[in-house]
Structures are given as structure tokens and as C-alpha cells.
């Protein structure tokens, strides 16, 4: 599959019923994907053979003007927040993408909210059964 500066792909997340986000770039005629990471809790940057590695290709988000974006402008806009940290509620992969291209969105959804519902109620499970 062929991807172009300014695809936003949605794959997997390590949280059931969420999907996970990244941009593409260009670097020396290879491709990258800036990504806030959940798991490492803040913006990355990584081929983009080891972004899809390991996870479900679900779609490109293509509802946004990719035109006016180039490789340097989106490096400059991750320049920006390359040292921010992951807030799930704040400045998640979502919230990344849509600032690095404004005029992109990944609409947030559900998906979301009932992600985070599962999570809190694996992890409340975990803790009882731990103290039993």
C-alpha cells in the first residue's frame, strides 16, 4: 500500500476498542510516522515499517486538505511538541495529529470513552483478584 506526506493512518491500539493514529513523512527519500505513543507516553518518530508491524491497518484518514503539507512543515510542527507529554484525555495520538495537520481531523469517537470504560474495569478486576 502506498502512503503520501499527510496520510493519517489509524491502526490498533494496545487499548481494546481504540484506535491509535499516526502521520506520515518523508526523511531521506524513506517514510516515517510521528506518533504520540500510549505505552512510552510521548511523540515519536519511526519507519514506517515498524509502525505497522504488529498492528491492524484499519484506514487512512483522508478527510483532511494534504496538499498545502509538506515534509518540512510537518517536521516543524512535531519539532514543536516532540517533548510533550501523553495526556489521554489531552494531548493523545489524536489530539498530535490534528495539531501537526489542522486542517485534518480524526473525529474522535465512542471508541474512545468506551476504550477507557474497559481499561479501568480490567484494571479494578486485576486489583480484586490480586487481593484475594
Known amino acids: 500500500m502506498q502512503f503520501k506526506t499527510g496520510d493519517i493512518l489509524r ?6 476498542f481504540v484506535s ?3 502521520i506520515v513523512f ?37 478527510n483532511c486538505k494534504t496538499e498545502s503539507l509538506t515534509d518540512s512543515s510537518i517536521e516543524k510542527s512535531i519539532s514543536e ?8 484525555f489531552g494531548f493523545n495520538c ?3 495529529t490534528d495539531y501537526v495537520c489542522p486542517n485534518c481531523t480524526t ?12 481499561f ?3 484494571l479494578i478486576i486485576i486489583l480484586i483478584t490480586k487481593n484475594k
Request: hydrophobic residues 45%; glycine residues 6%.
Open 81 to 88: 511538541v516532540i517533548n510533550r507529554q501523553y495526556k489521554f
Open 11 to 16: 491502526v490498533n491500539s494496545v487499548v481494546p
Open 107 to 118: 473525529k474522535t469517537d465512542q471508541r474512545i470513552v468506551w476504550g477507557f470504560g474497559l
Open 26 to 62: 518523508s526523511r531521506n527519500k524513506l517514510q516515517y510516522v510521528a506518533h504520540n505513543s500510549f505505552t512510552k507516553g510521548k511523540v515519536l518518530i519511526v519507519p514506517l515499517v515498524k509502525f505497522l508491524a504488529k498492528k491492524e491497518f484499519l484506514s487512512v484518514v483522508r
Open 94 to 96: 489524536e489530539a498530535f
Open 120 to 122: 479501568v474495569l480490567l
Open 20 to 22: 491509535h493514529y499516526g
